[in-house]
């Protein structure tokens, strides 16, 4: 039996080594096939859709948020992969009451790097959970290195109707900033609404050449005809759609981050 904290500093006592996983986060679900956990992992959502074959394959147990805790009680679990800000609180809680629940929480790339080097151990892959850590902060330390420099302040939005884009408290905040973009809605927290006709007075102390308009591909599913929206109240900002799972998907999805960051910037400049 293995006791070991989870991000939220909660003792779990987990077996020596799970064969019965049910992941209820997509990118952690990607970090579990990465680490080779095919026959282990028996569940996840219905937002889980990499890989695909696992997709289409594993049983669902309902959203993130709305997870069906009596697919999730039939599967009988050694060990539920969970998240702070992708799983509903409550719903979690009666998990625990259950099973064992490892549970991260990820603002930074630092506590993305500690949660990958946790699962490897509790998992039994901690030799393989050490070489992608290794890699993937080596990407990270070559693109801080060979980062043009650039002064633009951007918003980056998750959601239409209402309109609101990540804050200060979050990962995307975290990526953004590795970026070197200033984040213009630092300063609130999690995902403040960010009305469009407020956009001139949130950029307001930036210049025009400056101003930078992130539209993600998730949880909304933007696509080029949002981007007259913007335009509309920020003529002369710079607008792009971006794939959100490299801003916002925090496991074996960060191999291909670095890489995408340094083409998008290079096709900003």
Partial sequence: MLQIKDQLQYEVRIPSRPRRIVSVVPSQT???FHLGLDEEVVGITKFC???EK???SKTRVGGTKT???EKIHAL???LVLANKEENQQEQITALQAAFPVWTSDIQTLDAALQMITAVGEITERAEKAQALR???REAFDNLRITLPRTDLHAAYFIWRNPWMAAGGDTFIHHMLSLCGFTNVLGGTPRYPEAPLEKLPVIFEAVPAEKQLILLSSEPYPFKE???AE???VLPNAQVRLVDGEMFSWYGSRLLKAPGYFKALLQGIQ
């Fill in 67 to 69: 997870l069906d805790l």
């Fill in 76 to 78: 009988q679990p050694d």
């Fill in 54 to 56: 696992w997709f289409r």
């Fill in 225 to 227: 005809k949002h981007i």
């Fill in 230 to 232: 913007i335009q509309a």
């Fill in 49 to 51: 859709i990499r890989p």
């Fill in 134 to 136: 290794n890699t993937i």
């Fill in 30 to 32: 990607e970090l579990l």
